[in-house]
Nanobody, 120 residues
Framework: QVQLVESGGGLVQAGGSLRLSCAASGSIFSINAMYWYRQAPGNQRELVASITRSGRTNYADSVKGRFTISRDNFKNTVYLQMNSLKPEDTAVYYC??????????????WGQGTQVTVSS
């Protein structure tokens, strides 16, 4: 019913920047919270950042001061601006959203994931 499509991943050198985007489409009435997760090889998936419908944000300690999450409610899109990237940021990044569907059903949906690789 809902699709989340990501873009912006790629290869970057340490100290560089990337901006990830994730656009939601489908039978969407509105979107509550939106999230960015990441999963590195051999590690569990971890929550990187979250943002409420009103714009309140939270970040993992490892990315505070370097990453910024934002959203455009009219475009149903969430962004993750990543600055001062480190090799340990290398992971597959996933967007996730709590979506209010037409008919007032609520669902949680995942994007397909996008690879971010930071070289040293």
């Amino acid at each position: 019913q809902v699709q989340l499509v990501e873009s912006g991943g790629g290869l970057v050198q340490a100290g560089g920047s990337l901006r990830l985007s994730c656009a939601a489409s489908g039978s969407i009435f509105s979107i509550n919270a939106m999230y960015w997760y990441r999963q590195a090889p051999g590690n569990q998936r971890e929550l990187v950042a979250s943002i409420t419908r009103s714009g309140r944000t939270n970040y993992a300690d490892s990315v505070k001061g370097r990453f910024t999450i934002s959203r455009d409610n009219f475009k149903n899109t969430v962004y993750l601006q990543m600055n001062s990237l480190k090799p340990e940021d290398t992971a597959v990044y996933y967007c996730n959203a709590d979506v209010v569907l037409y008919g007032s059903n609520i669902g949680n949906y995942w994007g397909q994931g996008t690879q971010v690789t930071v070289s040293s």
